[in-house]
Nanobody, 118 residues
Framework: QVQLVESGGGLVQPGGSLRLSCAASRSIFSFAAVSWYRQTPGKERELVATITSKGVTNYADSVKGRFTISRDNTKNTVYLQMNSLKPEDTAVYYC????????????WGQGTQVTVSS
């Protein structure tokens, strides 16, 4: 239904920074929330950060103080600024939107690879 286009992933050294972008095909205020998840093969998908339509943010303990989620509604885009990256941050990162429906339906982007390695 909604198209989510992610960009900004890549290979960085420990201590480096990346900014991920999630561009939606319609206003981000049409969603209850926009989130970033990450997943490593063999492990459960982890919620990294969330921003609601009211601007309330939440972060996983593992990224608090290092990652920041933000939005630019004029561009229909949500960002994830990642600083002080660690090897354990290596994962496929997914953008996900929570629809404003009574079923709590989610939409997903294709995922972008982030690799933190010396």
């Amino acid at each position: 239904q909604v198209q989510l286009v992610e960009s900004g992933g890549g290979l960085v050294q420990p201590g480096g920074s990346l900014r991920l972008s999630c561009a939606a095909s319609r206003s981000i205020f049409s969603f209850a929330a926009v989130s970033w998840y990450r997943q490593t093969p063999g492990k459960e998908r982890e919620l990294v950060a969330t921003i609601t339509s009211k601007g309330v943010t939440n972060y996983a303990d593992s990224v608090k103080g290092r990652f920041t989620i933000s939005r630019d509604n004029t561009k229909n885009t949500v960002y994830l600024q990642m600083n002080s990256l660690k090897p354990e941050d290596t994962a496929v990162y997914y953008c996900s939107v929570l629809y404003n429906d009574y079923r709590g339906t989610r939409g997903w982007g294709q995922g972008t690879q982030v690799t933190v390695s010396s």
